[in-house]
């Protein structure tokens, strides 16, 4: 069985600056991949990013990177240049590789993060 | 915009009443999954349906079933609902063949009295 765990149940950062939200994830499989969604108050799951387990390199959207750490199990995400839209929940979520078809996510409880100016 | 809508947005049900949820995926879109969200939690998945066949289930009894139809629609139906059944319910859609993002609806918020 696989599982998420998020230690953070909130976190808060002023605009501008930069946030790093944590994760850990248990699974015996070797072909997965990890995601960060984002769920603001209109409650529409919003992917930031995305990484496949057999890439080394850490995955870069825009303001958002990941530091990936397959042997540690870890996948925190860092927000740049945090900005008041970036208030929400953010969930971390695991996908085991199925071939064709989208596979089933195991998400985490989120993270709560708050922005203010 | 995903273009995944999800009906109605809010229900108020009596405990022993039966539901059903509703679900508009993208054209194209051959594979649905359904996920409960409960207060305070991540999503909990609950089933998947690919080309109108379920293709795996949580850990959710039978009270909990669904339909999907050639147009890219599905419904979720919850029989003998229970308060626990109180929740966020989001349906999730997602391209053929290869497809990992899983484009999300806005939800349907269901309270059991």
């Given at each position: 069985a696989q599982t998420v765990t998020q230690s953070q149940p909130e976190m808060s950062v002023q605009e501008a600056e930069t946030v790093t939200l944590s994760c850990t994830y248990d699974t015996s499989e070797n072909n997965y991949y990890l995601f960060w969604y984002k769920q603001p108050p209109s409650r529409q799951m919003i992917l930031v990013i995305r990484q496949e387990a057999y890439k080394q390199q850490n995955a870069t959207e825009n303001r958002f990177s990941v530091n990936f750490q397959k042997a540690a199990k870890s996948f925190s995400l860092k927000i740049s240049d945090?900005?008041?839209?970036?208030?929400a929940m953010y969930f971390c979520a695991f996908m085991k590789h199925t071939g064709s078809t989208l596979g089933r996510l195991y998400f985490g409880r989120g993270t709560q993060l708050t922005v203010w100016p | 915009e995903t273009g995944v809508t999800q009906s109605p947005t809010h229900l108020i049900k009596t405990r022993g009443q039966q539901v059903t949820l509703r679900c508009s995926s993208q054209s194209g879109h051959n594979t649905v999954s359904w996920y409960q969200q409960a207060l305070g939690q991540g999503p909990q998945f609950i089933f998947q349906y690919y080309r109108e066949e379920e293709n795996g289930r949580g850990n959710?009894?039978?009270?909990?079933s669904g339909l999907q139809f050639p147009n890219y629609s599905s419904e979720l139906n919850v029989n003998?609902?229970?308060?626990?059944?109180s929740a966020l319910y989001l349906c999730a859609s997602s391209r053929p063949t290869g497809g990992t993002e899983a484009f999300f609806g806005q939800g349907t918020r269901l309270t059991v009295v």
């Open positions: 945090s900005q008041l839209g970036d208030t | 959710f009894p039978p009270r909990f003998a609902l229970e308060l626990d059944d």
